[in-house]
């Protein structure tokens, strides 16, 4: 990030783009290629491939965010760049839509940006009080708000310890569903309290907040997260060339796996679905030993310290 994090109303902070040289290493991309960044953010490893697909060479940006998009534009205005406002367990389709029937690389960097984490309106955050929303694209219309107040006491404990690993899950759902009994949970502020209020004091993470990881697990359910991972790097290795990389930035295990997973599925095994072939393994992983940020990154940029890169050729 630049400089000091500020939390308010509008992103007063960049994202860092995280271990963009070791990206650019497994994109291997080169002048007139065509990559597909499916997570563009706020463009920062977007930047980094445009300059090695020079001259020629076409970058497809694509984020369900629409403000990163805006961002994303106003960066790239006159360059050789597509942005798509689209979730990216859409990209068979968004490359039919550009007529692309393949592309040399694409990246998925997971995960929300740090625009998102910081600004207040857009609800992500436990640290500050904003409208209890965390969708990465407001035109779809289920919010965290809607899951809190809405969802069965057992099914909000499931997905606390699903995705968000919560040992207290059941604690922590219990309190939510007397709170709401009482009055609707409608912000940030709201609920972070409630789940602290759940955790005796002396059961609370030292390091972390206390609803660290009930934000997480709400907020991949929210914008289903793995659902649309597994979607794009299927689709990825399905419209990748031979010769052509794949590569998942991830920050946390469930993404780690879905990736690992998918890699490993089209590796061995072509004939799994969505997309059946008889034509033997079609990706070689590459990232026998995942890749990790560099001791000097993670100095520089404490939110690249979780990061995992995979990457895969296509063959
Ligand atoms: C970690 S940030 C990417 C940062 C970017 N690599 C950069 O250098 O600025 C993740 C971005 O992916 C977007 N995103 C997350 N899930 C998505 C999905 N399913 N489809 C499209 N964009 C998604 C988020 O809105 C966010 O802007």
């Not at 839509?97 to 740090?114: F, P, Y």
Request: with cysteine; glycine share 8%; charged share 25%.
């Amino acid at each position: 990030m630049d400089g000091e994090v500020k939390q308010g109303q509008e992103p007063a902070v960049h994202h860092q783009a995280v271990m963009v040289r070791e990206t650019l290493d497994y994109l291997a991309c080169g002048p007139g290629q065509v990559v597909v960044d499916a997570t563009v953010g706020s463009g920062g490893h977007a930047a980094a491939i445009l300059e090695r697909i020079r001259p020629g060479g076409r970058l497809i940006g694509i984020d369900r965010d629409s403000e990163a998009i805006e961002r994303a534009m106003a960066r790239f205005a006159g360059e050789p760049v597509s942005l798509i406002n689209e979730n990216h367990g859409q990209l068979e389709v968004i490359l039919d839509e550009l007529g692309l029937a393949a592309v040399d690389g694409v990246l998925i960097d997971c995960g929300a940006s740090l625009e998102q984490l910081t600004t207040e309106r857009r609800g992500f955050s436990f640290r500050m009080d904003g409208p209890l929303d965390m969708r990465m694209d407001r035109r779809q219309e289920t919010t965290a708000a809607d899951l809190v107040n809405e969802l069965p006491g057992s099914e909000l404990a499931r997905i606390l310890k699903e995705y968000g690993g919560e040992r207290r899950a059941h604690s922590i759902a219990r309190a939510i569903t007397a709170a709401r009994q009482q009055q609707p949970i409608t912000t940030t502020a709201q609920l972070a309290a409630t789940i602290t209020a759940a955790i005796p004091p002396r059961a609370r993470p030292r390091r972390l907040h206390a609803a660290t990881k009930s934000f997480m697990a709400l907020r991949i359910v929210v914008n289903d997260e793995l659902g649309a991972l597994r979607k794009a790097l299927d689709a990825a290795i399905h419209r990748t060339k031979p010769g052509g990389r794949i590569v998942a930035l991830t920050y946390q295990s469930l993404e780690g796996g879905e990736t690992k997973g998918a890699f490993r599925r089209a590796s061995v095994d072509s004939t799994c679905l969505p997309f059946p072939s008889n034509e033997g393994p079609r990706v070689r992983v590459l990232t026998k030993k995942v890749a990790k940020p560099s001791a000097e990154e993670c100095k520089r940029n404490p939110r690249a310290r979780s990061a995992t890169l995979r990457a895969a050729e296509r063959l």
